[in-house]
C-alpha cells in the first residue's frame, strides 16, 4: 500500500519557538493532504485540509497564523506551529489521498509527537 | 458525515474473533463506512471499508446491515497485537481523507 513518512517522530521545543513538521508521500502523488492533531486520551481532530499549490483550508477554531500549512509539491506537506506554547503539546498526524484508486482511501502517517516545555 | 456510535471498551481472548460493532442509523446512501484502527502513539491504520455489501479483506470483515444502520468488524482471530482503538468513520467515498473520528473502541486482546 501507499506510505506516507512523517518527521520527526518527536520533538521538544522551548516556548515561543517554531516547529516544523514533514509529511512525505513516498510512492504516491498526494493531491490532497490533512493534518490531524490528538491530545492524550482524545481522539483525532481533523485541523485542516490542504490541497498542492493551494491555499490550506482550516477548521473552525484552528488559528491559521499560528498553525501554517505548506503544501507545495504532490509529495510534501509541512505544519509549522509557530509561536508554541506548552498547550500545543499534542499528537499531530498527517494523512494523504491521490488520484483514482488512492482517493478512496487514506494514507496516515506515523505521527509527530510535539512536547512544548 | 453521518455520526457513529461504538461501545467505548470491549475485551477477546486470543485467537478467538473479535466482532466490533458500529451504530451510524442517519447513514445516507452515498456514504461508505470505513474502519481504521489506532495501535498506541501511532498512526491510524486503515482496516476496510464498505457500501453496502460485506466485504473481506487479509485484515477483517465487515458485514453491514441489510438497512445500513448497523456495521461489524470481525478480527478472525485476533492476536495481542490487535490491541488498538478502532474507530468506525462514515462518509462519502471520494476525500477519504477528511474524516470525523469519534471515541472509537478501545478492544484488548488478552492472553
Known amino acids: 500500500g501507499a506510505v506516507v513518512s512523517q518527521h520527526p517522530s518527536w520533538v521538544i521545543c522551548k516556548s515561543g519557538t517554531s516547529v516544523k513538521i514533514e509529511c512525505r508521500s513516498l510512492d504516491f502523488q498526494a493531491t490532497t493532504m490533512f493534518w490531524y492533531r490528538q491530545f492524550p486520551k482524545q481522539s483525532l481532530m481533523l485541523m485542516a485540509t490542504?490541497?498542492?499549490?493551494?491555499?490550506?483550508?482550516?477548521e473552525q477554531g484552528v488559528e491559521k497564523d499560528k498553525f501554517l500549512i505548506n503544501h507545495a509539491s504532490l509529495t510534501l506537506s509541512t505544519l509549522t506551529v509557530t509561536s508554541a506554547h506548552p498547550e500545543d503539546s499534542s499528537f499531530y498526524i498527517c494523512s494523504a489521498t491521490g488520484r483514482g484508486t488512492l482517493n478512496t482511501e487514506a494514507f496516515f502517517g506515523q505521527g509527530t509527537r510535539l512536547t512544548v516545555v | 458525515d453521518a455520526k457513529t456510535t461504538q461501545p467505548p471498551s470491549m475485551d477477546c481472548a486470543e485467537g478467538r474473533a473479535a466482532n466490533l460493532p458500529c451504530n451510524h442509523s442517519?447513514?445516507?446512501?452515498?456514504?461508505?463506512v470505513y474502519w481504521y484502527r489506532q495501535i498506541h502513539s501511532q498512526g491510524p491504520q486503515y482496516i476496510i471499508h464498505g457500501l453496502k455489501n460485506n466485504e473481506t479483506n487479509e485484515m477483517a470483515s465487515l458485514i453491514i446491515t441489510e438497512d445500513r444502520k448497523s456495521s461489524t468488524l470481525i478480527l478472525p482471530h485476533a492476536t495481542l497485537r490487535d490491541t488498538a482503538v478502532y474507530y468506525c468513520?462514515?462518509?462519502?467515498?471520494?476525500?477519504?481523507?477528511?474524516?470525523?473520528f469519534g471515541d472509537g473502541t478501545t478492544l484488548t486482546v488478552k492472553p
Open positions: 468513520i462514515v462518509r462519502v467515498g471520494t476525500n477519504a481523507g477528511k474524516s470525523t
Open positions: 490542504s490541497n498542492e499549490g493551494s491555499k490550506a483550508t482550516y
Open positions: 442517519t447513514i445516507s446512501g452515498n456514504e461508505y
